[in-house]
Protein backbone atom coordinates (compact mmCIF):
# COMPACT_ATOMS: atom_id res chain seq x y z
CA UNK A 1 0.00 0.00 0.00
CA UNK A 2 2.62 2.61 1.11
CA UNK A 3 4.72 1.64 -2.05
CA UNK A 4 1.69 2.56 -4.24
CA UNK A 5 1.10 5.79 -2.47
CA UNK A 6 5.02 6.39 -3.09
CA UNK A 7 4.27 5.43 -6.93
CA UNK A 8 1.91 7.79 -7.24
CA UNK A 9 3.43 10.75 -5.50
CA UNK A 10 6.57 10.33 -7.65
CA UNK A 11 4.40 10.41 -10.48
CA UNK A 12 2.47 13.53 -9.50
CA UNK A 13 5.89 15.44 -8.95
CA UNK A 14 6.62 14.24 -12.64
CA UNK A 15 3.58 15.65 -13.99
CA UNK A 16 4.02 18.98 -11.85
CA UNK A 17 7.53 19.45 -13.09
CA UNK A 18 6.70 18.01 -16.78
CA UNK A 19 4.25 20.69 -16.72
CA UNK A 20 6.15 23.79 -15.28
CA UNK A 21 8.73 22.74 -17.93
CA UNK A 22 6.81 22.07 -20.49
CA UNK A 23 5.09 25.15 -20.29
CA UNK A 24 7.75 27.25 -20.36
CA UNK A 25 8.82 25.55 -23.50
CA UNK A 26 6.11 25.33 -25.71
CA UNK A 27 5.77 27.67 -28.52
CA UNK A 28 3.32 30.60 -27.99
CA UNK A 29 2.40 33.22 -29.61
CA UNK A 30 3.84 36.10 -27.44
CA UNK A 31 4.00 37.47 -23.67
CA UNK A 32 0.71 37.14 -21.41
CA UNK A 33 -0.61 39.80 -19.12
CA UNK A 34 1.56 39.53 -16.23
CA UNK A 35 4.87 39.19 -18.44
CA UNK A 36 3.82 41.90 -20.34
CA UNK A 37 2.71 44.34 -17.05
CA UNK A 38 6.09 42.74 -15.31
CA UNK A 39 8.42 44.02 -18.57
CA UNK A 40 7.66 47.89 -17.50
CA UNK A 41 11.02 49.51 -16.65
CA UNK A 42 12.74 47.15 -18.95
CA UNK A 43 16.26 47.77 -20.72
CA UNK A 44 13.92 48.76 -23.50
CA UNK A 45 11.49 51.00 -21.02
CA UNK A 46 7.65 51.50 -21.36
CA UNK A 47 4.40 51.96 -19.30
CA UNK A 48 1.67 49.80 -19.34
CA UNK A 49 -1.53 51.76 -18.75
CA UNK A 50 -4.97 50.97 -18.28
CA UNK A 51 -7.73 52.28 -20.60
CA UNK A 52 -10.09 54.72 -18.22
CA UNK A 53 -12.87 57.35 -19.56
CA UNK A 54 -9.71 59.90 -18.18
CA UNK A 55 -6.93 58.19 -20.50
CA UNK A 56 -9.31 57.79 -23.69
CA UNK A 57 -9.67 61.34 -23.28
CA UNK A 58 -6.33 62.12 -22.84
CA UNK A 59 -4.74 60.14 -25.52
CA UNK A 60 -7.00 61.36 -28.56
CA UNK A 61 -5.13 63.69 -30.38
CA UNK A 62 -6.91 65.90 -32.97
CA UNK A 63 -5.60 65.05 -36.25
CA UNK A 64 -8.34 66.63 -38.56
CA UNK A 65 -6.80 68.31 -41.84
CA UNK A 66 -7.72 71.39 -43.43
CA UNK A 67 -6.60 74.34 -45.64
CA UNK A 68 -4.81 76.91 -44.05
CA UNK A 69 -6.05 80.53 -44.11
CA UNK A 70 -3.51 81.14 -47.11
CA UNK A 71 -5.57 78.85 -49.51
CA UNK A 72 -9.21 79.49 -48.33
CA UNK A 73 -8.62 83.58 -48.90
CA UNK A 74 -7.01 82.67 -52.60
CA UNK A 75 -9.02 84.86 -54.79
CA UNK A 76 -11.67 82.92 -57.47
CA UNK A 77 -9.51 83.30 -60.56
CA UNK A 78 -11.52 85.41 -63.25
CA UNK A 79 -11.23 82.90 -66.53
CA UNK A 80 -12.71 85.95 -68.83
CA UNK A 81 -9.21 87.71 -68.45
CA UNK A 82 -6.38 87.00 -70.81
CA UNK A 83 -3.57 85.16 -69.16
CA UNK A 84 0.04 84.51 -69.80
CA UNK A 85 0.49 81.40 -71.57
CA UNK A 86 -2.86 81.83 -73.49
CA UNK A 87 -3.34 81.67 -77.23
CA UNK A 88 -5.17 83.72 -79.39
CA UNK A 89 -6.53 84.28 -82.63
CA UNK A 90 -6.60 87.58 -83.83
CA UNK A 91 -8.39 88.95 -86.80
CA UNK A 92 -7.73 92.67 -88.38
CA UNK A 93 -9.76 94.23 -91.19
CA UNK A 94 -8.53 97.31 -92.81
CA UNK A 95 -9.97 99.61 -94.68
CA UNK A 96 -7.63 101.47 -97.36
CA UNK A 97 -5.89 100.88 -100.77
CA UNK A 98 -2.72 101.01 -99.04
CA UNK A 99 -3.03 98.34 -96.32
CA UNK A 100 -0.22 97.42 -93.47
CA UNK A 101 -0.94 93.83 -93.26
CA UNK A 102 -3.01 93.33 -96.52
CA UNK A 103 -1.71 94.52 -99.53
CA UNK A 104 -5.29 95.12 -100.96
CA UNK A 105 -5.75 97.29 -98.49
CA UNK A 106 -9.51 95.32 -97.88
CA UNK A 107 -10.61 92.46 -96.47
CA UNK A 108 -9.23 90.32 -93.46
CA UNK A 109 -5.83 89.47 -91.81
CA UNK A 110 -5.75 86.40 -89.74
CA UNK A 111 -2.69 86.10 -87.82
CA UNK A 112 -3.49 82.75 -85.49
CA UNK A 113 -1.88 81.00 -82.62
CA UNK A 114 -0.69 84.38 -80.83
CA UNK A 115 1.14 83.41 -77.75
CA UNK A 116 0.86 85.72 -75.00
CA UNK A 117 4.85 85.51 -73.41
CA UNK A 118 5.89 85.08 -70.15
CA UNK A 119 5.86 88.89 -69.26
CA UNK A 120 2.09 89.19 -70.48
CA UNK A 121 2.47 90.93 -73.88
CA UNK A 122 1.34 89.75 -77.41
CA UNK A 123 3.30 90.95 -80.84
CA UNK A 124 1.09 92.47 -83.51
CA UNK A 125 2.76 93.06 -86.64
CA UNK A 126 3.83 97.10 -87.37
CA UNK A 127 2.05 97.76 -83.58
CA UNK A 128 4.77 95.61 -81.56
CA UNK A 129 4.24 94.47 -78.04
CA UNK A 130 0.63 95.02 -76.57
CA UNK A 131 0.22 94.20 -72.70
CA UNK A 132 -2.06 91.39 -72.77
CA UNK A 133 -2.07 89.76 -69.82
CA UNK A 134 -4.83 91.20 -67.29
CA UNK A 135 -7.15 92.76 -69.54
CA UNK A 136 -10.16 91.50 -71.19
CA UNK A 137 -10.77 89.98 -74.62
CA UNK A 138 -12.95 93.51 -74.92
CA UNK A 139 -9.83 95.79 -73.68
CA UNK A 140 -7.49 94.12 -75.55
CA UNK A 141 -9.22 94.20 -78.78
CA UNK A 142 -9.16 98.09 -78.27
CA UNK A 143 -5.98 98.34 -77.67
CA UNK A 144 -4.78 96.60 -80.28
CA UNK A 145 -7.41 98.34 -82.56
CA UNK A 146 -5.79 102.14 -81.06
CA UNK A 147 -2.57 101.23 -82.29
CA UNK A 148 -3.26 100.14 -85.38
CA UNK A 149 -6.02 103.51 -85.89
CA UNK A 150 -2.46 105.59 -85.91
CA UNK A 151 -1.04 103.12 -89.21
CA UNK A 152 -4.31 102.51 -90.87
CA UNK A 153 -7.38 104.08 -91.43
CA UNK A 154 -10.41 102.76 -89.73
CA UNK A 155 -9.40 99.07 -88.37
CA UNK A 156 -11.38 96.82 -86.87
CA UNK A 157 -9.82 94.15 -84.65
CA UNK A 158 -11.49 91.04 -82.65
CA UNK A 159 -9.76 88.33 -80.53
CA UNK A 160 -10.68 85.19 -80.16
CA UNK A 161 -8.86 82.18 -77.92
CA UNK A 162 -7.11 79.06 -78.97
CA UNK A 163 -6.05 77.91 -76.03
CA UNK A 164 -5.78 78.69 -72.16
CA UNK A 165 -2.69 77.03 -71.68
CA UNK A 166 -2.10 79.64 -69.37
CA UNK A 167 -4.39 78.81 -66.43
CA UNK A 168 -3.13 74.95 -65.74
CA UNK A 169 -3.99 72.32 -63.07
CA UNK A 170 -2.34 68.92 -62.68
CA UNK A 171 -4.49 66.50 -61.10
CA UNK A 172 -3.04 63.41 -60.07
CA UNK A 173 -3.39 60.23 -58.02
CA UNK A 174 -7.03 58.39 -57.37
CA UNK A 175 -9.14 59.94 -60.24
CA UNK A 176 -10.89 58.10 -63.28
CA UNK A 177 -9.00 60.57 -65.36
CA UNK A 178 -5.30 61.96 -64.34
CA UNK A 179 -4.13 64.77 -66.49
CA UNK A 180 -3.71 68.53 -66.85
CA UNK A 181 -6.42 70.70 -66.99
CA UNK A 182 -7.59 74.48 -67.66
CA UNK A 183 -9.00 76.55 -64.84
CA UNK A 184 -12.36 77.28 -66.73
CA UNK A 185 -15.62 78.93 -65.67
CA UNK A 186 -17.06 76.06 -63.32
CA UNK A 187 -13.84 74.49 -62.93
CA UNK A 188 -12.39 76.91 -60.74
CA UNK A 189 -12.37 75.24 -57.40
CA UNK A 190 -11.13 71.97 -56.05
CA UNK A 191 -14.12 69.95 -55.99
CA UNK A 192 -15.29 70.73 -59.76
CA UNK A 193 -11.63 70.30 -61.39
CA UNK A 194 -11.52 66.86 -59.72
CA UNK A 195 -14.60 66.33 -61.40
CA UNK A 196 -13.01 67.55 -64.75
CA UNK A 197 -11.10 64.33 -63.94
CA UNK A 198 -13.49 62.05 -63.89
CA UNK A 199 -13.98 62.08 -60.41
CA UNK A 200 -12.74 59.87 -57.76
CA UNK A 201 -12.37 56.11 -57.95
CA UNK A 202 -12.33 55.24 -54.21
CA UNK A 203 -14.32 55.07 -51.07
CA UNK A 204 -14.49 58.84 -50.15
CA UNK A 205 -13.80 58.10 -46.44
CA UNK A 206 -10.42 56.63 -47.09
CA UNK A 207 -9.07 59.55 -49.86
CA UNK A 208 -6.99 62.76 -48.70
CA UNK A 209 -7.09 65.82 -51.22
CA UNK A 210 -3.68 67.81 -51.21
CA UNK A 211 -3.26 70.92 -53.12
CA UNK A 212 0.24 72.16 -53.54
CA UNK A 213 1.01 75.40 -54.71
CA UNK A 214 5.03 76.26 -54.84
CA UNK A 215 6.51 75.49 -51.99
CA UNK A 216 3.28 75.37 -49.80
CA UNK A 217 1.11 72.59 -49.26
CA UNK A 218 -2.21 71.98 -47.92
CA UNK A 219 -4.33 68.50 -47.26
CA UNK A 220 -7.99 67.40 -46.37
CA UNK A 221 -9.78 64.45 -46.05
CA UNK A 222 -12.18 64.32 -49.13
CA UNK A 223 -15.41 63.91 -46.94
CA UNK A 224 -14.70 67.05 -44.92
CA UNK A 225 -13.95 68.90 -48.82
CA UNK A 226 -17.80 67.74 -49.31
CA UNK A 227 -19.09 68.64 -45.82
CA UNK A 228 -17.36 72.11 -45.43
CA UNK A 229 -17.91 74.67 -48.23
CA UNK A 230 -15.43 77.06 -47.27
CA UNK A 231 -13.21 74.41 -47.69
CA UNK A 232 -13.36 74.13 -51.25
CA UNK A 233 -10.99 76.72 -51.80
CA UNK A 234 -10.44 78.56 -55.28
CA UNK A 235 -7.52 77.02 -57.69
CA UNK A 236 -4.15 79.17 -58.91
CA UNK A 237 -2.35 78.41 -62.39
CA UNK A 238 0.29 76.04 -61.64
CA UNK A 239 -0.85 74.23 -58.85
CA UNK A 240 -1.16 70.46 -58.87
CA UNK A 241 -3.99 68.57 -57.18
CA UNK A 242 -3.47 65.21 -55.69
CA UNK A 243 -6.23 62.79 -54.19
CA UNK A 244 -4.33 59.68 -52.40
CA UNK A 245 -5.23 57.00 -50.08
CA UNK A 246 -5.27 57.24 -46.68
CA UNK A 247 -1.39 55.26 -46.10
CA UNK A 248 -1.66 54.24 -42.45
CA UNK A 249 -1.92 50.89 -41.29
CA UNK A 250 -2.11 48.84 -38.33
CA UNK A 251 -0.64 45.63 -37.33
CA UNK A 252 -2.48 42.60 -35.64
CA UNK A 253 -1.12 40.20 -33.65
CA UNK A 254 -1.41 37.19 -31.31
CA UNK A 255 -5.16 35.45 -31.00
CA UNK A 256 -6.89 37.18 -33.38
CA UNK A 257 -8.55 35.63 -36.15
CA UNK A 258 -6.28 36.88 -39.25
CA UNK A 259 -2.97 38.46 -37.61
CA UNK A 260 -2.24 40.64 -40.47
CA UNK A 261 -1.12 44.30 -41.20
CA UNK A 262 -3.86 46.53 -42.16
CA UNK A 263 -4.67 49.50 -43.70
CA UNK A 264 -7.42 51.80 -41.99
CA UNK A 265 -10.38 51.44 -43.63
CA UNK A 266 -11.98 54.21 -42.32
CA UNK A 267 -10.51 58.08 -40.83
CA UNK A 268 -11.11 57.29 -37.04
CA UNK A 269 -10.53 53.75 -36.31
CA UNK A 270 -11.60 52.45 -33.29
CA UNK A 271 -10.02 49.11 -31.08
CA UNK A 272 -13.32 47.31 -31.68
CA UNK A 273 -13.19 47.68 -35.60
CA UNK A 274 -9.68 47.07 -36.36
CA UNK A 275 -10.31 43.95 -33.80
CA UNK A 276 -13.03 43.31 -36.58
CA UNK A 277 -11.02 43.70 -39.53
CA UNK A 278 -8.79 40.22 -38.49
CA UNK A 279 -11.85 38.53 -38.05
CA UNK A 280 -12.01 39.45 -34.02
CA UNK A 281 -10.68 37.17 -31.00
CA UNK A 282 -10.29 33.66 -31.29
CA UNK A 283 -12.91 32.51 -29.08
CA UNK A 284 -10.97 28.96 -27.79
CA UNK A 285 -7.60 30.74 -27.11
CA UNK A 286 -7.96 34.67 -26.50
CA UNK A 287 -7.40 36.18 -22.76
CA UNK A 288 -10.19 38.79 -22.92
CA UNK A 289 -8.53 40.37 -20.38
CA UNK A 290 -5.42 41.16 -22.44
CA UNK A 291 -6.03 43.23 -25.54
CA UNK A 292 -2.98 45.46 -25.69
CA UNK A 293 -1.66 48.38 -27.90
CA UNK A 294 1.50 49.44 -28.37
CA UNK A 295 2.23 52.82 -29.10
CA UNK A 296 5.33 55.30 -29.31
CA UNK A 297 3.14 58.22 -27.75
CA UNK A 298 4.60 61.84 -28.09
CA UNK A 299 5.95 64.08 -25.62
CA UNK A 300 2.63 65.87 -25.14
CA UNK A 301 0.32 63.03 -25.16
CA UNK A 302 2.53 60.86 -22.54
CA UNK A 303 2.70 63.97 -19.95
CA UNK A 304 -0.64 63.69 -20.03
CA UNK A 305 -1.41 60.12 -20.02
CA UNK A 306 1.28 59.44 -17.66
CA UNK A 307 0.54 62.57 -15.42
CA UNK A 308 4.46 63.08 -15.38
CA UNK A 309 5.39 66.37 -16.76
CA UNK A 310 9.04 65.64 -16.62
CA UNK A 311 8.50 63.26 -19.66
CA UNK A 312 11.03 64.43 -22.68
CA UNK A 313 10.31 62.87 -25.57
CA UNK A 314 8.07 60.17 -27.18
CA UNK A 315 7.43 57.71 -24.86
CA UNK A 316 6.48 53.76 -25.61
CA UNK A 317 3.15 52.86 -23.92
CA UNK A 318 1.15 49.58 -23.77
CA UNK A 319 -2.50 50.59 -23.04
CA UNK A 320 -4.43 47.92 -21.92
CA UNK A 321 -7.96 46.77 -22.41
CA UNK A 322 -9.89 44.76 -20.21
CA UNK A 323 -13.05 43.60 -22.04
CA UNK A 324 -14.53 41.56 -19.22
CA UNK A 325 -15.06 44.59 -17.40
CA UNK A 326 -18.47 46.82 -17.17
CA UNK A 327 -17.80 49.07 -19.67
CA UNK A 328 -14.75 47.72 -21.61
CA UNK A 329 -16.09 46.95 -24.87
CA UNK A 330 -17.36 50.31 -24.89
CA UNK A 331 -13.83 51.74 -24.12
CA UNK A 332 -12.54 49.68 -27.11
CA UNK A 333 -15.78 51.16 -29.20
CA UNK A 334 -14.30 54.81 -28.43
CA UNK A 335 -10.42 54.30 -28.34
CA UNK A 336 -8.79 55.66 -31.47
CA UNK A 337 -6.56 54.20 -33.46
CA UNK A 338 -3.19 55.99 -35.08
CA UNK A 339 -0.94 55.02 -36.94
CA UNK A 340 1.74 52.14 -37.04
CA UNK A 341 -0.19 51.26 -33.64
CA UNK A 342 0.38 47.17 -32.46
CA UNK A 343 -3.06 45.32 -31.54
CA UNK A 344 -2.00 42.12 -29.28
CA UNK A 345 -4.48 40.36 -28.06
CA UNK A 346 -2.92 37.55 -25.06
CA UNK A 347 -3.23 33.78 -25.10
CA UNK A 348 -5.16 32.35 -21.84
CA UNK A 349 -3.13 30.61 -19.88
CA UNK A 350 -5.69 27.05 -19.63
CA UNK A 351 -4.38 27.58 -23.55
CA UNK A 352 -0.75 26.40 -22.89
CA UNK A 353 -1.95 24.72 -19.47
CA UNK A 354 -3.53 22.29 -22.84
CA UNK A 355 -0.67 22.21 -24.71
CA UNK A 356 1.26 20.48 -22.14
CA UNK A 357 -1.50 18.02 -21.13
CA UNK A 358 -1.27 16.98 -25.05
CA UNK A 359 2.15 17.07 -25.35
CA UNK A 360 2.79 14.67 -22.77
CA UNK A 361 -0.07 12.46 -23.10
CA UNK A 362 1.53 10.00 -24.82
CA UNK A 363 4.86 9.61 -22.59
CA UNK A 364 1.78 9.20 -19.30
CA UNK A 365 0.12 6.56 -21.96
CA UNK A 366 3.20 4.58 -22.43
CA UNK A 367 4.14 4.90 -18.40
CA UNK A 368 0.71 3.52 -17.70
CA UNK A 369 1.51 0.37 -20.39
CA UNK A 370 4.52 -0.12 -18.72
CA UNK A 371 2.92 -0.52 -15.51
CA UNK A 372 0.76 -2.55 -16.40
CA UNK A 373 2.87 -5.31 -18.09
CA UNK A 374 5.46 -4.92 -15.37
CA UNK A 375 1.78 -6.23 -13.03
CA UNK A 376 1.65 -9.20 -15.41
Known amino acids: MARTASRAFRLGALLTATLVLGACALPRGGPYVSEIEAGAGAALPFDVVEVTPQVLAKARMDERLGFD????????????LVNRGDVLSITVWENSDTGLLNESGIGATVLPSVKVDERGF?????????RAAGRSLSQLRGAIRQQLAERTLNPQVD????????RLVSVQGMVNTPGI?????????VLPMLAQAGGIKADPEVVKVRLRRGLATGEIWLQDLY???QMNVALKPGDAVIAERDRRIFTALGA???PA?????????SVTRALGQVAGLIDSTADPTGVFLFRAEPEAVARDVLEDQTVQGARRIVYVIDLTKPGGMFLAREFIMRDDDTLYVTTAPFVQFQKVLQSIAPVLGLAGTTRSLSGL
Not at 72 to 80: G, I, K, S
Not at 181 to 189: S, V, W
Open 159 to 166: VFPEATEG
Open 69 to 80: EAFRETTVENTA
Open 227 to 229: DEP
Open 256 to 258: VGR
Open 181 to 189: YPIRTGARR
Open 122 to 130: VHVPYVGRV
Open 261 to 269: TVPFPVRDL
